[in-house]
């Protein structure tokens, strides 16, 4: 049988999934790392700008359901380290990378929620732009990070359907409320379509991992079935998407929409969002006061298994 | 999403070797989705101790009544053969007399 590159080349031909223990191209294993380690920070960040509203929640009945979605963040988050631990790395010297900033998060979770209807929002237009990545990347060749997409797709389905009904309640409530629904899409719709990241024209990175069959689909694709399938669920919610250029295209078959403003996805990817250090700031304090329980923990599985062996 | 988020120019980037364990110890979860079916693969995750893993297993991989039981078995027990040398383990291929579909009965004589 063949071996190394040639074999790893079949089996992405064959449209098999590599596995752990598989030979890969050091790129493809550095890649991987990366982004499964980076979209793990995403879902562990993410839980901050949620967890805000916990206490604020309007009812016990939205405050459960909360605590249900942060909770299933802090899930996914552990899915896709287990997955990027695949890869030979560990999951100290991954959140050591965070807490240092030499590795991102999705740049969406710098931005602050302001309101309650930033709860809507954020489940019915960031966890919706997540799903339609994540569906792509149950294809991915990488199979622990397919399967843990697998689990991960059917979990947010959730998310955005909470975050939407939170939507629909504000915009069936009174003036103030629909308002504030609406304050919240003008807030979140730029930031969601710069979660796709880059216009595949300027995106560096794509390509390698195209042939490499982790990424699926382009950035500029993905971010046109966001938008194609979002629009009619705001017209239903009766709310505009402060978007003067959106409109249908009846030669495509899709929507157009304006120019993304990619100086400010540039400065909040460098650190500059409203939020960045914040963010890192209180993952750090968090991390560094549960050390304590991280060692008592530890001593506590040494004592046992001494006392399995004695 | 794009979760790789993408590069800045001229910012140096991590690049990851390979290191030692992590403090906590691996373990794999295995779930029986109802009484009758097997324990099937769910994840792993790091715990102190098996007592600890298995609640942290709960938390992680069943929080939508997944199923009605648990293992979770230390990573390091696990003895897994080596996927290169699957043909020694998996030759079967050789003896298509070993599969129903090798045998042919005539249709008449039905569903067999």
């Keep these: ?310 | 999403m794009t979760y790789s988020v993408p590069k800045v120019a001229g910012e140096a980037e991590a690049e990851v070797g390979r290191e030692a364990d992590s403090v906590w110890p691996l373990w794999e979860v295995f779930i029986r989705q109802k009484r009758g079916l097997s324990h099937v693969h769910a994840g792993s995750l790091h715990a102190s101790d098996a007592e600890a893993a298995l609640l942290a297993a709960r938390d992680v991989y069943t929080r939508r009544v997944e199923g009605v039981s648990i293992w979770v078995v230390s990573s390091a027990e696990i003895v897994a053969s080596d996927p290169d040398d699957a043909p020694a383990f998996f030759g079967s291929i050789e003896k298509p007399y070993r599969h129903a579909t090798h045998y042919d009965i005539p249709d008449e004589v039905g569903q067999m």
Excluded at chain 1, 102 to 113: G, L, M
Excluded at chain 1, 192 to 200: I, N, Q, R, T
Excluded at chain 1, 230 to 257: C, K, M, S
């Design chain 1, 1 to 310: 049988m063949d071996t190394g590159e040639g074999k790893f080349q079949a089996l992405l031909e064959a449209e098999e999934k590599i596995e752990p223990t598989d030979w890969m191209p050091e790129g493809y294993r550095q890649t991987l790392i990366r982004q499964i380690a980076q979209h793990a920070h995403s879902e562990i960040i993410g839980m901050q700008p949620e967890g805000n509203w916990i206490s604020r929640a309007p009812t016990l009945r939205r405050k459960a359901i909360l605590m249900a979605k942060v909770q299933d963040e802090a899930g996914h988050g552990l899915y896709l380290y287990s997955a990027a631990e695949t890869l030979g790395v560990t999951r100290d010297q991954l959140m050591n990378l965070l807490h240092t900033g030499r590795q991102k998060y999705s740049s969406i979770f710098n931005y602050p929620t302001l309101s309650w209807a930033d709860m809507g929002a954020i489940g019915w237009l960031v966890d919706g732009a997540a799903i339609t990545n994540q569906v792509m990347l149950k294809r991915c060749s990488y199979g622990p990070y397919a399967r843990a997409m697998v689990k991960i797709c059917l979990e947010e389905s959730f998310h955005q359907r909470q975050g939407y009904e939170i939507m629909l309640a504000l915009c069936r409530g009174t003036e103030e409320q629909k308002a504030m629904a609406q304050d919240a899409l003008n807030r979140w719709w730029w930031p969601s379509l710069m979660m796709f990241g880059p216009h595949d024209s300027d995106s560096t990175h794509s390509e390698q991992s195209t042939e490499w069959k982790i990424k699926r689909v382009s950035n500029d694709d993905l971010r046109q079935q966001f938008v194609d399938m979002t629009v009619p669920q705001a017209d239903y919610l009766g709310l505009v998407i402060p978007d003067p250029d959106l409109a249908w295209n009846e030669d495509r078959q899709h929507y157009d929409f304006g120019p993304i403003d990619w100086d400010e996805f540039w400065a909040v990817v460098k650190g500059h969002g409203p939020m960045n250090q914040e963010r890192i700031e209180h993952k750090r304090r968090a991390w560094d006061e549960g050390a304590w329980v991280r060692e008592a923990a530890a001593a506590f599985g040494e004592r046992e298994r001494n006392r399995g062996a004695a």
